[in-house]
């Protein structure tokens, strides 16, 4: 009877000879949460909930570590062949007649061509894990930009809702001129008038707000329904914006140019690794024959000392690569994908520089146009409002010069409203440009 008990150890003799499995092993989880500013506490809690819930980013997320599976899948042996034949006509030797055997085959690659494979499967998961990190980025500022404009709307309500006290407090003294004779109705009419034009832009904005608060939640993976809270008065940080400095931050930051870096290292491995189709690959073979004992009353004489000895044998094979054109084929495919991905860091490069100078131009420009706003029509359009409110209620100027400037003083605070969210927006690029949060200035504390 053919010793089945004798396989375990077979198998485990086989094995135990064989190369260990390559050393790539995946990287660790995600790192830690991505920098950004947010100065309120709104903006941080919905960027919070928009990185872990997001489903955009929770599909990455498994791709990601489907990538990582890869690891594991490519760096394994090929599953080893178990063979048990049973001999029909039995062979006849010395020792005895050979009635059936077992055989383990075990399939090897070309040395190191595992460990080339888990490399490629590596960088490739890397790549993967940067592209999650940029699309993490992009939710953020989309977050960010959305965030801003609600704040803009929100700062516009506050000063409509002045401009009604104001044009309030006009009406009132129009009319007490008009009960003294001093004034006309027509006075009162065109105040009455622009209180109704203050309601219906106060309908517009807040349409517009309740259109922004949907999309944000949108963004946040939360119901559409759920309220926004005003955003309070919103100054911009002060921040660095050395030019050679938020450059060097991109190239070492920004996840598309270190995902591209990553997949060019996975092209370099691959290329090596289709070289290797021109080596052979081998096989080893370990086989137990079953030998069936000689019958004393068959044979003449004493029986041989070694009757009825199973045998072992010990054979290695080696492939014949043969079909090269095949092979140069799979080389010139990977050396393309190669130069393909030095294509796609200089074009990662490019728009990195791109988005870094667009937003550079951005905050300067409104920077410029905050300093003037600040230092020269604010406290201008406040003077001439003084004035010309000095002048109404002792008779000097009408109802429309009252009106001209109330208009263009608050015209110039909705103004300076606009280029603070504009400016706050322009930082959200110049941060998703750079792949990280905008600088402070020397010295700041984070």
């Known amino acids: 009877m053919f010793p089945f008990r004798s396989l375990s150890a077979l198998a485990a003799a086989v094995l135990a000879a064989l190369p260990a499995a390559g050393g790539v092993q995946p990287g660790s989880g995600p790192e830690a949460s991505p920098a950004y500013y947010a100065g309120e506490p709104e903006l941080r809690s919905c960027v919070d909930s928009a990185i872990e819930r997001h489903p955009a980013l929770l599909a990455s997320r498994a791709n990601y570590q489907a990538a990582r599976q890869r690891i594991p899948q490519v760096t394994a042996l090929p599953d080893p062949t178990l063979n048990v034949s049973q001999a029909l006509r039995s062979v006849e030797t010395r020792v005895g007649s050979q009635t059936g055997g077992i055989t383990v085959t075990q399939s090897l690659p070309w040395f190191g061509a595992r460990d080339l494979r888990g490399r490629v499967a590596l960088s490739e998961a890397d790549a993967q894990f940067l592209r999650l990190q940029a699309e993490e980025r992009e939710i953020i500022a989309r977050v960010k930009r959305t965030f801003y404009d609600i704040a803009y709307l929100d700062a516009a309500l506050r000063l409509l809702e002045e401009e009604r006290s104001l044009l309030g407090h006009y009406e009132t003294l129009a009319r007490a001129r008009y009960a003294t004779g001093q004034g006309l109705q027509q006075a009162v009419i065109r105040l009455q008038a622009e209180l109704t034009r203050i309601s219906d832009r106060e309908r517009q904005l807040v349409r517009q707000r309740r259109t922004l608060a949907v999309n944000l939640n949108t963004l946040c993976a939360r119901s559409p329904e759920t309220a926004v809270p005003q955003v309070p008065a919103i100054e911009p940080?002060?921040?660095?914006?050395?030019?050679?400095?938020?450059?060097?931050?991109?190239?070492?930051?920004?996840?598309?140019?270190?995902?591209?870096?990553?997949?060019?290292?996975?092209?370099?491995?691959?290329?090596?690794?289709?070289?290797?189709?021109?080596?052979?690959?081998?096989?080893?073979?370990?086989?137990?024959?079953?030998?069936?004992?000689?019958?004393?009353?068959?044979?003449?004489?004493?029986?041989?000392?070694?009757?009825?000895?199973?045998s072992l044998n010990v054979s290695v094979g080696v492939s014949l690569p043969v079909w090269k054109k095949s092979y140069r084929a799979g080389v010139e495919e990977a050396g393309h994908r190669l130069t393909a991905n030095r294509r796609r860091l200089e074009e990662a490069q490019d728009a990195m520089e791109n988005a870094?100078?667009?937003?550079?131009?951005?905050?300067?420009?409104?920077?410029?146009?905050?300093?003037?706003?600040?230092?020269?029509?604010?406290?201008?359009?406040?003077?001439?409002?003084?004035?010309?409110?000095?002048?109404?209620e002792t008779g000097q100027v009408g109802v429309l010069d009252l009106l001209d400037g109330e208009r263009v003083q608050l015209d110039v605070l909705r103004m300076r409203a606009r280029y603070v969210s504009d400016l706050l927006i322009a930082l959200a690029d110049l941060e998703r440009g750079i792949g990280t949060r905008v600088p402070l200035p020397a010295g700041r504390a984070s």
């Open 237 to 310: 940080p002060a921040v660095s914006l050395d030019r050679a400095h938020l450059l060097d931050l991109g190239e070492r930051h920004r996840q598309e140019l270190r995902a591209a870096t990553a997949l060019i290292e996975a092209s370099e491995n691959a290329v090596e690794l289709a070289g290797m189709n021109f080596r052979p690959r081998f096989t080893a073979s370990l086989a137990l024959m079953n030998v069936a004992g000689r019958d004393p009353g068959d044979v003449l004489g004493p029986l041989p000392p070694d009757n009825g000895k199973n």
């Open 356 to 392: 870094v100078e667009l937003a550079l131009i951005r905050v300067e420009t409104i920077e410029e146009q905050l300093a003037l706003l600040e230092t020269v029509l604010i406290p201008q359009s406040e003077e001439t409002l003084r004035a010309t409110e000095t002048a109404y």
